[in-house]
């Protein structure tokens, strides 16, 4: 048997190989996992942990695999974003008004994942209703990076609102997890912890049984430590589900096989536009970096300009809330979750919801239901949704003469709990560069690709056509490979 | 356009969500805040663009026949209920 601590440091990859060659179990997988789960409590990353499941999970596995069954994503230990549902797994979206939800149904992307073989470990820490950048807002506190500044012992967030998500591959404490993406949840908190975060196509994964914040946006996707993993992931993750009318029938096309054509040929555009106020020199200079990479491989680089991408915030800062505010009205405390009594139903209801959402929730359901109120939807809600199609035909049009964009993922690399709490338009912010491809249902990926001065990870990101996540995951290989990263963060394991 | 605080007191009712007092001075800068923020959108030329709603332009919502699909699983509906009475939520007296 393989040395525990190995175990956890494998690639998906090169734990499906491992278990297809006999050279371990996927009970030993899992034990191992279990292990440094329970060793990095202090990282907070899962706010349930399921080792009896995982290791059931495990042994069908094992017996499976000696009847000669079981595919490549057989035995993989995996944690699941707490915004899944779960059947009998308590699933709170890191609420406090879902307190003690267990739901009676599991979700479409888990559902496919078990069937293809994934063992659960736990489910990981977000910000409340996947609304934050930082993980903060989380009912059950915040997440802390595994990474640490050079010499300061600050504890830095993880980036949100995958946060648990993306700290716990960053420490190995899983071999992926499940994020999801209305803005940027999966790409920034990846560049934040040093892994790979990858947003599919609008519709390629199902949200049915994914808690909603604004359906015209949200969508599930793999965190891992390398492309390739993402690759074999988002395999188990995606397919068509009538049960979400917004679901895609397109065929799923095999996203490893994908990943070694290469760049030569390939134009990549760069957005002028995308050099912002607030950003940090070495995260410039690494985009510069990133540019010369894939032009050494033969890709052919273009400038570009997406000269809405100022407006993509302001324009997702209406629709979000708006859509979240719609969501999030059946949390009324008669069905489920929270009650807090009140003198009647009314007051019922909105004592339950005072009580349930923390205060970010309870400002973007404001703002939601102001932009949507009789007299304002024109001008704010009907006026976004407009912007938001000049800023999915910009992408279109610059699709016409690239085949891939080159851009950060956020302006900053982590910074310390709490450095931005107290303004909330620079906590925004963080999402400056991923906002646009998610208004306009695009396929992104965040790559990790250098340090930054004090040791910090910085990642890039590229986008490709609707349904083109294959040129996306070949332009990502590229980048991964140039960048040779291999650096892991000082707390993994706790 | 700015929101004083008898406003926040509206929609924070339409949203039901109860806001103590003392909240209300806090919560009116933030949200004026971000409205002022978002307000920069009004330099976009937008006449005669079709607003967006769908998650990739052109996507169509899928229909299905109206037919019914889920079995009964009362059990798991209530399963959940902060108060459930003989197969029913019960809520609070809403008829006087």
Not at chain 1, 325 to 344: E, I, K, P, Q, W
Not at chain 1, 403 to 431: C, R, V
Request: proline letters at 5%; hydrophobic letters at 40%.
């Amino acid at each position: 048997m393989a040395e525990l601590t190995q175990l956890t440091q494998l690639t998906i990859a090169e734990a499906r190989d491992g278990l297809g060659a006999g050279e371990f179990s996927a009970k030993e997988l899992a034990e191992a996992h279990i292990a440094a789960v329970q060793a990095a409590r202090d990282l907070n990353a899962y706010v349930v942990e399921t080792p009896e499941r995982a290791l059931d999970d495990a042994a069908a596995s094992d017996a499976r695999r000696a009847k000669g069954e079981g595919g490549s994503f057989d035995g993989i230990p995996v944690a699941i974003k707490d915004l899944f549902c779960t059947e009998g797994v308590r699933t709170t979206a890191c609420s406090h008004i879902l307190d003690g939800f267990v739901p009676p149904y599991e979700s479409f992307v888990t559902a496919k994942m078990r069937q293809a073989g994934a063992v659960m470990l736990g489910k990981t820490n977000l910000d409340e209703f996947a609304m934050g950048s930082s993980n903060e807002t989380s009912y059950y506190g915040p997440v802390r990076n595994p990474w640490r500044r050079a010499g300061d012992n600050r504890d830095l967030v993880p980036g949100g609102s995958s946060g648990g998500s993306a700290s716990a591959v960053a420490a190995g404490l899983c071999l992926g997890a499940t994020g999801t993406d209305t803005g940027g949840s999966i790409r920034q908190p990846a560049s934040f912890c040093g892994i790979v975060g990858m947003k599919p196509t609008y519709g390629r994964c199902s949200r049915w049984g994914i808690v909603a914040f604004a359906s015209s946006l949200d969508q599930a996707g793999p965190m891992t430590r390398t492309v390739r993993d993402a690759a074999i992931m988002l395999g188990a993750m995606a397919g068509f589900d009538p049960n979400d009318s917004t679901s895609s029938d397109a065929p799923i096309p095999d996203f490893e096989a994908a990943l070694e054509g290469g760049v030569k040929g390939m134009k990549i555009g760069i957005p002028a536009e995308y050099l912002v106020d607030g950003m940090d020199a070495e995260i410039g200079a690494l985009w510069d970096k990133g540019v010369e990479w894939l032009k050494a491989q033969g890709a052919e680089i273009v400038d570009i300009s997406l000269a809405r991408t100022q407006y993509a915030l302001p324009t997702y800062y209406i629709i979000a809330p708006a859509e979240a505010s719609s969501n999030l009205a059946r949390y009324d405390g008669m069905r489920y979750g929270l009650r807090v009594d009140g003198a009647d139903l009314a007051e019922t209801y909105s004592k339950t919801r005072a009580e349930g959402f923390g205060a970010e929730v309870r400002r973007r359901i404001l703002i939601g239901t102001y932009v949507l109120s009789a007299g304002y939807y024109d001008a704010y809600y009907l006026k976004a949704q407009k912007v938001r199609r000049l800023i999915s035909d910009e992408f279109a049009a610059a699709f016409d003469q690239v085949d891939a964009i080159l851009t950060p993922t956020a302006p900053t690399a982590a910074f310390a709990q709490g450095e931005k709490s107290d303004d909330l338009i620079a906590m925004y912010l963080n999402d400056v560069f991923t906002v646009p491809a998610s208004l306009a249902g695009l396929p992104a990926i965040s790559v990790p690709a250098g340090l930054s001065g004090d040791g910090l990870p910085l990642g890039l990101q590229l986008i490709t056509r609707a349904f083109d996540e294959e040129n996306l995951f070949r332009a990502a290989r590229a980048l991964e490979e140039a960048a040779g990263w291999t650096p892991r963060p000082v707390a993994a394991g706790g | 356009m700015s929101v004083d605080k008898s406003t926040v007191l509206r929609i924070a009712q339409l949203a039901r969500i109860e806001v103590p007092e003392g909240d209300l001075d806090n919560l009116d800068g933030e949200l004026n805040n971000i409205l002022g923020w978002v307000e920069q959108l009004n330099e976009v030329d937008t006449d005669g663009i079709e607003p967006m709603s769908s998650g990739v332009p052109g996507m169509k919502l899928r229909r299905r026949e109206d037919a019914v699909t889920a079995e009964n699983r009362q059990e798991d509906v209530l399963a959940n209920a902060p108060e459930p009475r003989d197969g029913f939520f019960v809520v609070p007296k809403v008829i006087e």
